[in-house]
T-cell receptor, first 112, second 117 residues
Framework: QKEVEQDPGPLSVPEGAIVSLNCTYS??????FMWYRQYSRKGPELLMY????GNKEDGRFTAQVDKSSKYISLFIRDSQPSDSATYLC????????????FGKGTKLSVKP | GAVVSQHPSWVICKSGTSVKIECRSL??????MFWYRQFPKQSLMLMAT?????????EQGVEKDKFLINHASLTLSTLTVTSAHPEDSSFYIC?????????????FGPGTRLTVL
C-alpha cells in the first residue's frame, strides 16, 4: 500500500461547478498537509498549507484535513477554465526536514 | 511570494554525456534546497536534500555518484547528471523553503525536462 493515494482522474467539470479533490494516506505521523497545482510542463505551485486537522479557506479554495480518517480534501468553488491543471496533495511528518510525500496528482479539466 | 528559478528549462543530450541543472532562489536565501524527479503520470519523488556548505543527503536508491549535487551559495544549488542514459530522461524539479521558514512550505522551480537519446 502506497503512503499517499490519490485518484489520477481525469476529472472533467463544467465551469462554475464545485470541485472536490481527495487524498487518503496511511502514515498517522503525517502532520503537514499541502495542496499544489501543477500546469503542464511546469513546477508545482503551493495552493494550501495546513497543519494537523481542520479547515482552511483561501478565496475559492477550501482545504480540509480529517486525521481520524486519514483523509484530506480540496474544494474549489465556482471553478474556472484557468483552474484546469493537475492537483497534487503532499504530506510530511513533524521534523521531517522537508521530506514531502506526494500523491500522483488528479488531472482536472474545467470546460467553458 | 518566493520565487525559484531553474536553468535550463529543457535539455536534450546524447547518452554518456553529463548535464548540469541549476536551481536558484531569486528573492530569498535558502540554506536547504530539494531535488525531485517526476516521471510521466507519476508522483514527484524526492532524490536528495542539498545543504549549503555541506554534503547533500540522498534518498535510498539514488546514486550519489551519478547525481552530483553542489550547493555553492545560499541562492544556488546544482544537480549534475553524470554519464546520462535514456532511463535518466525525466522532469527534474527543485524546491526551497524560504530562509528560516518551515521546511514543508516549499516553493518549486519550473522544472527541467531532460531527454537522453
Amino acid at each position: 500500500q502506497k503512503e499517499v493515494e490519490q485518484d489520477p482522474g481525469p476529472l472533467s467539470v463544467p465551469e462554475g461547478a464545485i470541485v472536490s479533490l481527495n487524498c487518503t494516506y496511511s502514515n498517522s505521523a503525517f502532520q503537514y498537509f499541502m495542496w499544489y497545482r501543477q500546469y503542464s510542463r511546469k513546477g508545482p505551485e503551493l495552493l494550501m498549507y495546513t497543519y494537523s486537522s481542520g479547515n482552511k479557506e483561501d478565496g475559492r479554495f477550501t482545504a480540509q484535513v480529517d486525521k481520524s480518517s486519514k483523509y484530506i480534501s480540496l474544494f474549489i468553488r465556482d471553478s474556472q477554465p484557468s483552474d484546469s491543471a493537475t492537483y497534487l496533495c503532499a504530506m510530511s511528518e513533524e521534523g521531517s526536514q522537508g521530506n514531502l510525500i506526494f500523491g500522483k496528482g488528479t488531472k482536472l479539466s474545467v470546460k467553458p | 511570494g518566493a520565487v525559484v528559478s531553474q536553468h535550463p528549462s529543457w535539455v536534450i543530450c546524447k547518452s554518456g554525456t553529463s548535464v548540469k541543472i541549476e536551481c536558484r532562489s531569486l528573492d530569498f536565501q535558502a540554506t536547504t534546497m530539494f531535488w525531485y524527479r517526476q516521471f510521466p503520470k507519476q508522483s514527484l519523488m524526492l532524490m536528495a536534500t542539498s545543504n549549503e556548505g555541506s554534503k547533500a543527503t540522498y534518498e535510498q536508491g539514488v546514486e550519489k555518484d551519478k547525481f552530483l549535487i553542489n550547493h555553492a551559495s545560499l541562492t544556488l544549488s546544482t544537480l549534475t547528471v553524470t554519464s546520462a542514459h535514456p532511463e535518466d530522461s525525466s522532469f527534474y524539479i527543485c524546491s526551497a523553503p524560504p530562509g528560516g521558514g518551515l521546511y514543508n512550505e516549499q516553493f518549486f522551480g519550473p522544472g527541467t525536462r531532460l531527454t537522453v537519446l
